[in-house]
C-alpha cells in the first residue's frame, strides 16, 4: 500500500483512543522523531460520537498531559453520591475532576504524536495480524485498497474484547481485554436541572452491581448513563431502561441521542506482552474495577507499553523475554495492583442493600459539606452494613 511512507516499521500501534495516542506520543518522544513509528486506526480519533462520560481527575490527568482548556467541556467540584430513596452525600473538593472534549483531547495528543515524529493514518482498518520471523504483519484496507506492513513490533490499544489478537496460537495466555466486560449505555440529554461542577452517582438495586450518573457537559446538556455488572440479566432492553430511568425521574428532559458500549473492568494478572506484542489501555482490561474510569488508566498504560517497546527494540534478542514479562509488573506497581485490591472489594460493595445506602446517605446529608470527607462517606457505607467489614478486609489493609 503506497500511502505508507515505509514497508517496515519498528512498531505499529494498533487503535487510537487515549491508550494508542499516548503510546504514540511517548514512543516518537523516545525514538527522537526517527518516523519508525506508525498510529493506525479505523477511524479519526475525533470523530463523534465517542462512547464515554468524559470523567476524569484533574491531578491524575495533570501527571500524564498538560491540561489545555481548550478540551475541558468543564471543571468539577464535587460529587453527588444519591441513594435508592433520594439522599444524597456531597463531596466537595474544588477542581478536583474536569469532564474532558474527548475529540479535542485526541487531537490534542495525536498533533503531539505527529510533532514527535509518529506517521498517523486514522482511515485504516486492521483485519489481522501474523506472526512472522522477523516481527508481525499487519494485513489492513484504506480507502478500498488491501494492503500489508510489516513491524518489528505492535502495540495492539484497540478497546475492550479487542478481536484482533484473539485467537492467535502464540499469543495463548495474554491478557485478552474481556476481563469483566460490562455493559454500559448513557443518553445525551437537555433539560435536566444538574449542578454544573458535581457528577451524581446513583447507587442501589436499580443499577444492580453498577452504578447510575448525570454528569455535565457544558451546562445545557447532560450525559446521563449506567453501567451494570456483568452478569445482571434485566429482563428489558438496557435502552428502555434508560429512557424508563430518564422519563421517571426527569420528564422534562429532552433525550437528544443514547450511545452504548463495554468496559472491560477487572484486573487480571495475565502477561501483557508477548512474543513483540504489547497490550495497553482497555484491550489490556485496565479500567479501575469500580469506578470504571478508563481515561486515564488507559493512557498510562500506554505510556507503559510504549516504555516497554523502546527497551525491547534497545535490546537483545535473548533479554527480550524479560523486557515483555516485566511489563505486567510496571503496570502492577503502578496500578494493577490498586485494581486488584478494588476488584476483590467490588464483590463486598456490590452486597449492599438498597436500606444500607439510604441509611448511610440520609446520616450523611445530615452533615456540614465541609465534613462529608471521601473517608467519612467510605466509613458510613461501611457502618451501615458491618458485614461488609470481613468481606473488604483486603481493601483495608
Ligand atoms: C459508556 C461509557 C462511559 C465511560 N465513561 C468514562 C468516564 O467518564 N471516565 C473514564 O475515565 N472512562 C470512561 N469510560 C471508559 C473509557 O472510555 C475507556 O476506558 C477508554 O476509552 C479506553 O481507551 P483505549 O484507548 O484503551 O480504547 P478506545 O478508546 O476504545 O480506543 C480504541 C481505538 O481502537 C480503534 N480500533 C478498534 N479496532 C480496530 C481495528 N480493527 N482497526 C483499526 N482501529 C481499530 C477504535 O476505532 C478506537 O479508536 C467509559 C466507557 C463507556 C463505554
Known amino acids: ?53 468524559e470523567a476524569v481527575s484533574t491531578d491524575r490527568l495533570a501527571s500524564l498531559w498538560p491540561i489545555d482548556p481548550d478540551f475541558v467541556r468543564s ?8 441513594s435508592p430513596s433520594k439522599h444524597r452525600a456531597e463531596f466537595y473538593s474544588k477542581n478536583c475532576g474536569l469532564i474532558l472534549n474527548r475529540t479535542k483531547f485526541h487531537r490534542a495528543i495525536s498533533d503531539g504524536a505527529e510533532a514527535a515524529g509518529v506517521e498517523c493514518h486514522y482511515d485504516t482498518l486492521i483485519h489481522k495480524l501474523e506472526k512472522t520471523e522477523q516481527g508481525w504483519d499487519i494485513f489492513v ?7 500489508k506492513v510489516s513491524a518489528r513490533t505492535v502495540i495492539d490499544a484497540t478497546g475492550p474484547g479487542c478481536r484482533l489478537t484473539r485467537d ?144 525491547w527494540l534497545n535490546a537483545s534478542a535473548e533479554n527480550r523475554k524479560s523486557i515483555e514479562e516485566k511489563t505486567l509488573d510496571s503496570w502492577m506497581k503502578a496500578l494493577g495492583n490498586k485494581h486488584l485490591q478494588v476488584a476483590r472489594a467490588k464483590v463486598g460493595f456490590n452486597s449492599i442493600t438498597d436500606e444500607q445506602f439510604d441509611k448511610a446517605a440520609k446520616r450523611l446529608s445530615k452533615l456540614p459539606r465541609e465534613r462529608q470527607t471521601l473517608f467519612r462517606i467510605f466509613f458510613n457505607v461501611l457502618w451501615s452494613c458491618p458485614s461488609l467489614i470481613w468481606k473488604m478486609r483486603s481493601f483495608l489493609r
Open 1 to 53: 500500500m503506497s500511502v505508507f511512507a515505509q514497508k517496515e516499521y519498528d512498531t505499529v500501534i494498533c487503535g487510537a483512543g487515549p491508550a494508542g495516542l499516548l503510546a504514540a506520543y511517548t514512543l516518537g518522544r523516545l525514538t527522537g522523531s526517527a518516523r519508525r513509528v506508525l498510529l493506525l486506526d479505523k477511524k479519526e480519533p475525533w470523530k463523534e460520537p465517542i462512547f464515554c462520560a
Open 75 to 82: 471543571r468539577l467540584s464535587g460529587i453527588y453520591f444519591t
Open 141 to 147: 484496507s484504506r480507502g478500498g485498497e488491501e494492503g
Open 168 to 311: 492467535i496460537p502464540c499469543l495463548e495466555g495474554i491478557e485478552s481485554g474481556d476481563t469483566d466486560l460490562e455493559s454500559a449505555l448513557f443518553a445525551v440529554a437537555e433539560g435536566i436541572k444538574h449542578s454544573p461542577e458535581h457528577i451524581e452517582l446513583f447507587f442501589g438495586s436499580e443499577f444492580r452491581d453498577g452504578y447510575g450518573w448525570i454528569f455535565p457537559r457544558d451546562g445545557k446538556e447532560v450525559n446521563i448513563g449506567f453501567v451494570l455488572g456483568k452478569n445482571v440479566k434485566t429482563g428489558e432492553s438496557l435502552r428502555k431502561k434508560l429512557l424508563d430511568f430518564i422519563a421517571k425521574n426527569y420528564p422534562e428532559a429532552n433525550v437528544k441521542a443514547v450511545y452504548g458500549g463495554v468496559i472491560a473492568c477487572g484486573q487480571s494478572v495475565k502477561p501483557l506482552a508477548k512474543e513483540g506484542l504489547f497490550k495497553a489501555g482497555d484491550a489490556a482490561s485496565c479500567v479501575n474495577p469500580i469506578s470504571r474510569s478508563g481515561i486515564v488508566e488507559s493512557m498510562l498504560s500506554g505510556k507503559i507499553a510504549a516504555e516497554s517497546v523502546f527497551q
